[in-house]
């Protein structure tokens, strides 16, 4: 099976402006969850998607959103970016819910400037 | 609540020689815990999990962890260290309540030398 995707791999954009971020599970994964990391604050939850629905929520803003299709393909998006925004986001996807065996894509490396 | 303390922040050992990789979590349940293994510029492998089974976990590329409640660590250990192997190790813990959340530790640098 493939892995999960995620597209772009890289980034780059201006403070004040928004960016969508999208990943693609590994075929028959339901669930999708994104992760934040930073040098400075190592890897953080940011949301978890199941069945198109939001089921839990890390300690972020709400200029962090995500949202989840029909085919389990997810999508988060940031708005008016801060500098503090630059970092690495990764996706993950599991078969079932819950479940904590988690399969990581390559991340997506988002930098403000 | 939950959450993970790897004690080291970075271990250089030379190839061949064995790897320890020091992890201790708290838990007010009986948790499930990973080893994830992340290296430069790629996304993160699981490596192999702890899910209440038995205590000792085999994991790949010849990689354990042993599970030991009464000191709640979950400690990495390798028999022979490869090149190969340097990387970023990350030990993790479940949420609780069925959340589907992984809370990381701030990972280990492993450095293998030749």
């Known amino acids: 099976k493939a892995g999960v995707t995620q597209t772009p791999r890289y980034l780059i954009k201006t403070r004040g402006q928004q960016v969508t971020l999208s990943c693609s599970p590994i075929?028959?994964?339901?669930?999708v969850s994104w992760y934040q990391q930073t040098p400075g604050q190592g890897l953080q939850f940011l949301f978890e998607?199941?069945?198109?629905?939001?089921?839990n929520k890390g300690n972020f803003p709400g200029r962090f959103s995500g949202r989840q299709f029909s085919n389990s393909r997810s999508e988060m998006n940031v708005s008016t970016l801060e500098l503090g925004d630059s970092a690495l986001y990764l996706c993950a996807s599991s078969a079932t819910r819950p479940s904590y065996e988690q399969y990581f894509g390559p991340g997506t490396r988002l930098t403000v400037t | 609540a939950q959450s993970v303390t790897q004690l080291d922040s970075h271990v250089s050992v030379s190839e061949g020689t064995p790897v320890l990789l020091r992890c201790n979590y708290s838990s007010s349940y009986s948790p499930s815990l990973f080893w994830y293994v992340q290296h430069p510029n790629k996304g993160l492998q699981l490596l192999l999990k702890?899910?209440?089974?038995?205590?000792l976990v085999k994991g790949i590329n010849g990689f354990e962890a042993e599970f030991k409640k009464s000191e709640t660590s979950f400690h990495l250990t390798k028999p022979s260290a490869h090149m190969s192997d340097a990387a970023e190790y990350f030990c993790v813990v479940s949420d609780s309540g069925n959340t589907g959340k992984l809370i990381f530790g701030q990972g280990t640098t492993l450095q293998v030398k030749p």
């Open positions: 998607y199941f069945s198109e629905t939001q089921r």
């Open positions: 075929s028959g994964h339901r669930s």
């Open positions: 702890y899910t209440s089974a038995a205590t």
